[in-house]
């Protein structure tokens, strides 16, 4: 049986807790990266109303680190 990819079906967003006011929100700012010595490190998102109060050159940080 061949499936049917259904047009009018939006994927799921994605919910995330903002880091400042705690509260989850379904349009999650990319505000920092938290690097471990070993394991996984893990993103830090921040709701719209929160995400000014973060450091505004974290992409610029990160595409020097990357050179």
Not at 27 to 45: C, H, K, L, N, S
């Amino acid at each position: 049986m061949a499936t049917k990819e259904r047009q009018d079906v939006e994927p799921p967003r994605p919910r995330r807790m903002c880091v400042y006011c705690q509260e989850l929100t379904d349009r999650p700012v990319f505000v920092d990266a938290v690097e471990q010595g070993t394991g996984p490190g893990w993103a830090v998102y921040a709701c719209p109303s929160c995400a000014h109060r973060f450091r505004p050159d974290f992409a610029a940080r990160e595409s020097e680190r990357r050179r």
